[in-house]
């Protein structure tokens, strides 16, 4: 199993940006087999972005033009850059790694390795 450890959140204004790291460890680090969640007080936990099977990013389309994917195979890391953010973007947010890079990436089930989340505040 792998092992996650997000960091990178706090509190923001408006229009502000945030950075959240994922460092994973355990076994042999893939990309293409993590994503990034999402849950606020009273709501489901909500799919935000992922590395497709292709490789490919892929997001959700409340996030799409402001949040980015990117990735330090070296350091074992894969990063959300988060640009213009919103009141509406407040969550605690989770990275999460897939054992089936073939399942689906927009499924919380598809996922079997949780980090402990980050906390995101997003002030108006």
């Known amino acids: 199993q792998v092992q996650l450890v997000e960091s990178g959140g706090g509190l923001v204004q408006g229009g502000g940006s945030l950075r959240l790291s994922c460092a994973a460890s355990?076994?042999?680090?893939?990309?293409?087999?993590m994503g990034w969640f999402r849950q606020a007080p009273g709501k489901e936990r909500e799919f935000v972005a992922a590395?497709?099977?292709?490789?490919?990013?892929n997001y959700a389309d409340s996030v799409k033009g402001r949040f980015t994917l990117s990735r330090d195979n070296a350091k074992n890391t894969v990063y959300l850059q988060m640009n213009s953010l919103k009141p509406e973007d407040t969550a605690v947010y989770y990275c999460a790694a897939r054992g089936n890079v073939y399942s689906d990436y927009r499924r919380s089930s598809s996922y079997d390795s949780w980090g402990q989340g980050t906390q995101v505040t997003v002030s108006s």
């Open positions: 590395m497709s099977w292709r490789g490919s990013s």
């Open positions: 355990g076994r042999t680090f893939s990309s293409d087999a």
